[in-house]
C-alpha cells in the first residue's frame, strides 16, 4: 500500500523537471528561440544543399493556415478529439466496472 | 519530427512511400480482423489512438532551445502492434499535412515510415523482449514508449541525411547534425512521455484488465501482480 502511488509521484516530479529545466534554459542560453525543430532541421536542409529556405517549393500544393492563431486553433481541435475519445472511453469502462460491482 | 513539403526530393519521397504502403495495407487489414473478431478492441484503440492524437499536437520546449512534440505511439504499438499503430499515425499526419502545413502530401509517406513504423517497431521489439520475462510491465510500457518515440526522431534525421549528405563527411557528418536537432531535443520529451503513458496503462489495467488478458497483451499473472502492486 505504501508504493501504491509510486507512478502517480513519478510523473509529477518528471513533469516538474521538465518545467525546471525549461525555465533554466530559456534563462540561460541566448538565442533559445524556441522554434519548431522541424523548422530548425529545414534550414539545416538549405544549409548543406547550399541554398535557402525559400527556394524549397510545396512537390504539392498545400494549404497553409494563414495565421497563427488559425493554426493554434487546429491545434486545439486535434487535441480535443483526442481527449474527447479517452475521456469517453475511460467513462464507459468506469460503467461498466461500476456495474460489474453493483451485480 | 515533420519533413516539411518540398523538402525532400521527389525520389526520396516516392521510395518512402512504397516503403509505407505496405505497411499500411497490413495495417487496415489486421485492424479490420480485429473488429470483426472483438467489437470491445475498439475501446482500447480509441484510448490509444486519442493519445497519438493529443501528443502529437502538442510542441514542447527543450534543452536545445527549439520546440518538438512527442509521438504517442507507445500504448497504441503495445496493444496492438506497429502495423495497425501505422494506420493511426496516417491519420494524424494527414490532418496535420492537410490543415496545419506540417508535413505535406509528397513527403507523407517518409513521415508516416519514421513515426508510424521505424518507432513503433523498435518499440515493438523490446515489448516482445521484455513481455515474457519478469520485468515489472509499467518499466515496458516505459522503455517502449520512449525507445518509440526516440526512434522516430532517429529515423527522421536517417531520412534527411540519406537525402541531404554533407559535402565533406557525407552522409555520417549530416546523420550527426540532423541528429544533434532532432533526437538530442526529443530527450527530455521522450523521458516524460514514457512516465505519463506508463501512468495511463496503470489507469488501463485498474478499470479494464479483461481487455488487456483478451487480447493477450500481458499475461493474467502479470496483470494481476500489476493490478495489486501500485
Redesign the interface.
Known amino acids: 500500500m505504501a508504493?501504491?502511488y509510486?507512478?502517480?509521484l513519478?510523473?509529477g516530479i518528471?513533469?516538474v523537471a521538465?518545467c525546471a529545466?525549461?525555465l533554466y534554459?530559456?534563462a540561460t542560453?541566448s538565442?533559445?528561440?524556441?522554434?519548431?525543430?522541424?523548422?530548425?532541421?529545414?534550414g539545416?536542409?538549405a544549409e548543406?544543399?547550399g541554398t535557402t529556405v525559400e527556394n524549397?517549393?510545396?512537390?504539392?500544393a498545400?494549404?497553409?493556415?494563414p495565421s497563427g492563431e488559425i493554426?493554434s486553433c487546429?491545434?486545439?481541435l486535434?487535441?480535443a478529439?483526442?481527449?474527447?475519445?479517452?475521456g469517453?472511453?475511460?467513462g464507459?469502462?468506469?460503467g461498466?466496472?461500476r456495474r460489474r460491482n453493483v451485480e | 519530427m515533420h519533413i516539411m513539403e518540398g523538402f525532400l526530393p521527389w525520389q526520396w519521397c516516392v521510395i518512402w512511400w512504397i516503403v509505407a504502403l505496405p505497411c499500411l495495407m497490413l495495417g487496415i487489414y489486421q485492424l479490420k480482423k480485429l473488429l470483426d473478431i472483438d467489437r470491445e478492441a475498439l475501446t482500447l484503440l480509441g484510448v490509444t489512438g486519442g493519445f497519438i492524437f493529443i501528443l502529437s499536437s502538442l510542441k514542447l520546449p527543450s534543452v536545445t532551445g527549439s520546440c518538438s512534440h512527442p509521438t504517442g505511439t507507445g500504448l497504441s504499438t503495445i496493444s496492438f502492434g506497429p502495423w495497425i499503430t501505422a494506420v493511426v499515425c496516417a491519420i494524424v499526419l494527414l490532418f496535420q499535412s492537410l490543415f496545419l502545413a506540417h508535413g505535406g502530401l509528397s513527403v507523407l509517406g517518409a513521415n508516416i515510415v519514421s513515426m508510424g513504423i521505424v518507432g513503433p517497431c523498435v518499440g515493438y521489439g523490446v515489448y516482445r523482449l521484455l513481455r515474457d520475462t519478469s520485468v515489472n510491465i509499467y518499466i515496458t510500457v516505459f522503455l517502449v514508449t520512449a525507445l518509440a518515440d526516440m526512434f522516430t526522431y532517429v529515423t527522421t534525421s536517417l531520412e534527411l541525411a540519406l537525402a541531404y549528405p554533407a559535402e565533406t563527411g557525407g552522409f555520417v557528418s549530416s546523420f550527426i547534425l540532423f541528429m544533434g536537432i532532432f533526437a538530442v531535443t526529443q530527450i527530455p520529451l521522450a523521458i516524460v512521455e514514457g512516465i505519463v503513458l506508463a501512468l495511463v496503462f496503470k489507469y488501463i489495467v485498474a478499470l479494464k484488465p479483461d481487455i488487456l488478458i483478451r487480447l493477450k497483451i500481458f499475461s493474467e499473472e502479470k496483470i494481476n501482480a500489476a493490478r495489486s502492486e501500485c
Do not use: C, H, K
Open positions: 508504493y501504491r509510486t507512478l502517480e513519478l510523473a518528471a513533469i521538465f529545466l525549461f534554459t530559456s542560453m538565442g533559445a528561440e524556441f522554434a519548431g525543430s522541424d523548422n530548425v532541421g529545414s539545416l536542409i548543406l544543399s524549397f517549393q510545396p512537390l504539392i498545400q494549404w497553409e493556415p493554426e487546429l491545434f486545439a486535434q487535441a478529439f483526442g481527449g474527447i475519445l479517452i469517453g472511453v475511460f464507459f469502462w468506469l461498466q466496472a
